[in-house]
């Protein structure tokens, strides 16, 4: 063979598994001979593998695509190079195809012949092997080609066709999911993929790449990316594989590595992402965290050689993986006061106007603010600044950051509008915009949001109401009396929020659309629950299944659930959220200052407790009762009333939604 195969081990013994503490690089002398190098390490046995997928090695959308044919199939993913570069098969690729695949088995090759030569389907088939072509007439359709290939997989990831970064990190979660990967033309949905999408509405779509990618062209798929490659490939990692027992690492850079090791990270009894670095120092930020969040001695494989992937990178690795602290931990909750605990329940009411009367709640360690006022125009750094030192205030004292939050829902409900500019009503939106153009709309406000240190928006409404609700301003707030489009334009509020780093939370669940009063001024019952499921709740159906991170939970009476009290205050509601939806995030009460509370006979403080051993995560109260209510709450502790087991899953809850790791 004329092709160098590089499988070294930097740590441990060699071989093609890598052993406990291990790294090992594999890789040729170029591209093609990586994808070589890695069929020979999953398949190192002549005739072992069922099926070999051929891509080109110069373009390598199909390839991207590939990857999950591959697993399916049972073979490595290979690499030739394309037609307008030659019309022939690599030899040292169709000597690995004779080593690694019987003959009579199946080659699919991937893309028309403009994208590989004719002559290889002929060399093949000279060769003893079936051919089988998976192409359409652009990458689009043929992703789409592969996907009916695969049997029309139930899941799908959507990635942008116009670079590979995004899709390289996707390929071993897409095969741990069973799904095929579909393209899009940058942030706008390719016709073809559009079509098949069409004709499968049910599937579970994931969205590889933010706004100005997949997530842009599919704003109703979950979304999973960062700010860059790098954090897209984090947050690939962190959202499927968390806890894995091996990695793999490849360049960004334009080497197609990842390619096959995608594949092989899937295969073979192995389950694990793809991290994505640059070939030279220092770490992108999001690796060495996730690195640092496996268990001590975690193996890892390098793709390709070293002008991909600098031996310099590969010791930042072997540092990263080997440290026994992960940098903005969390010590785990059962090492927790029970006062550290019951705080971080406790969502307090904080004035934009003075800030710095909330440094005692942000020392003792609340879960978060809500922020009130209408501050001018020109007062963000007063308040970045305001919020920057509450910050320091939990930091000093040993606490987890609170989340600050206010409510920019858009319209007559936005305290920020002044600040950061006014944006339509929700119901204004749906009259105005697409979801994603509210995708957008709202992507740009949650930046400026997070500039100014606003890290949750309660928002968005998902509540039906009819377009003559008299109540609550639901009219405006809500956004269409149809639950369909309440949950289509909801969830792009949130995905938008979400991009730009914002914690959205869908209210009022179980819906106030229907109620007959307002619950902020006095008691209010909802249509019976049976009536709800089949319109109010879904929005909120549509927003869990979407992964929104908190949903708060309304005062109205229901009949058929909350047995005559508050749905925030009743067992059932906890119950039927978790049981029956399952939601696994954080649920918090709407202000327990509200009418409809104190009209069923509740203080905020005796709320708050009722809410909490009922099965809220988090109780939002005024400033005032702030700290009746850590003292109610550890009497209900004390004596029994609330366990510390549901406490503390609480606020594990909580530190999650918050993204902060656990420490070791």
């Known amino acids: 063979m004329i092709f160098s195969l590089v499988l070294s081990t930097v740590s441990g013994i060699g071989g093609a598994s890598a052993s406990a503490g291990s790294l090992r690089r594999i890789s040729g002398t170029d591209a093609i001979g990586t994808a070589i ?69 199946t080659v699919y090759v991937l893309g028309g012949y403009l994208a590989l030569s004719p002559n290889i389907d002929s060399t093949l088939k000279a060769d003893g092997y079936q051919v089988v072509r998976e192409a359409g007439a652009n990458q689009f359709a043929t ?23 995004d899709a390289l990190s996707a390929v071993p979660a897409a095969i741990e999911e069973h799904a095929a990967i579909l393209l899009t033309d940058g942030d706008v949905q390719a016709p073809e993929t559009a079509g098949y999408l069409a004709q499968f509405p049910n599937d579970q779509r994931y969205a590889i790449g933010g706004p100005l990618a997949a997530f842009g062209a599919d704003p109703t798929a979950t979304p999973v990316y960062g700010q860059n490659p790098f954090d897209t490939s984090n947050a690939v990692a962190s959202r499927f594989f968390p806890g894995a027992a091996v990695f793999g690492t490849a360049t960004a850079a334009s080497f197609p590595d990842a390619l096959g090791g995608g594949v092989f990270m899937a295969t073979g009894g192995r389950l694990g992402p793809i991290l994505l670095v640059n070939p030279a120092p220092p770490l992108p930020p999001g690796v060495p965290p996730y690195l640092a969040s496996l268990a001590g001695g975690t193996p890892g494989y390098v793709f390709g050689g070293s002008l991909a992937v600098g031996d310099g990178v590969v010791t930042a690795v072997q540092t990263a993986v080997a440290a ?12 927790w006061s029970p006062a550290q605990l019951l705080e971080q329940m406790l969502m307090v009411s904080g004035q934009f106007s003075d800030l710095s009367a909330s440094a005692s709640a942000a020392s003792a360690g609340v879960g978060g603010f809500v922020l009130f006022g209408q501050p001018a125009a020109g007062s963000g750094p007063a308040i970045s600044s305001g919020i920057a030192a509450l910050d320091a205030d939990a930091s000093d004292a040993g606490q987890v950051a609170p989340w600050m939050s206010t409510d920019e829902e858009g319209g007559d409900v936005q305290r920020l509008a002044n600040v950061l500019g006014a944006l339509p009503s929700a119901r204004q939106m749906t009259s105005v915009w697409t979801p994603g153009q509210v995708v957008s709309a709202l992507f740009a406000h949650g930046a400026g949001m997070k500039a100014i240190g606003i890290t949750m928006d309660l928002a968005p409404v998902v509540d039906t109401a009819l377009p003559n609700d008299p109540y609550a301003d639901e009219v405006s707030r809500s956004f269409s009396e149809s639950a369909d489009i309440a949950a289509s334009y909801g969830i792009a509020f949130a995905n938008g929020l979400e991009a730009a780093g914002v914690v959205p939370v869908a209210k009022h669940f179980p819906g106030l659309g229907h109620a007959n009063g307002n619950t902020d ?26 992964g929104i991170p908190i949903v708060m939970v309304g005062h109205p009476i229901v009949p058929g659930l909350s047995n005559g009290l508050p749905a925030s205050l009743a067992s059932a509601t906890y119950s039927f959220r978790r049981q029956t939806l399952h939601f696994s995030g954080v649920t918090m009460t709407d202000s327990l200052g509200a009418g409809a509370i104190s009209a069923a006979g509740y203080t905020e403080q005796t709320a708050a407790v009722a809410a909490i051993e009922a099965g809220a995560d988090m109780a939002m109260i ?19 009333s609330l366990s510390l087991a549901s406490v503390e899953a609480s606020a594990a809850r909580i530190v999650r939604a918050k993204g902060f790791p656990t420490c070791p």
């Open 37 to 105: 190098a890695i069929s020979q390490a999953e398949f190192p046995n002549s005739g072992s593998a069922n099926a070999v997928v051929l891509a080109r090695s110069d373009f390598f959308s199909d390839a991207l695509a590939g990857g999950p044919l591959a697993a399916a199939m049972g073979g490595p993913l290979l690499i030739t190079p394309g037609a307008s570069a030659s019309a022939s098969l690599d030899p040292r690729v169709g000597a690995e195809i004779e080593r690694v695949l019987p003959k009579g088995d």
């Open 143 to 165: 992703a789409v080609d592969i996907a009916r290939t695969m049997g029309n997989p139930s899941t799908v990831f959507e990635a942008t066709g116009l670079s590979f970064y």
């Open 324 to 335: 026994t602290t992960i940098p903005g931990c969390v010590p785990p909750v059962t090492a």
């Open 521 to 546: 001024l006095g008691p209010a019952t909802d249509p019976p629950l049976s009536q709800l499921e089949t319109a109010d709740l879904i929005p909120f159906e549509a927003e869990i299944a979407n």
């Open 622 to 640: 005024d400033a005032s009762s702030w700290p009746a209510t850590v003292g109610a709450l550890e009497q209900a502790l004390g004596n029994g």
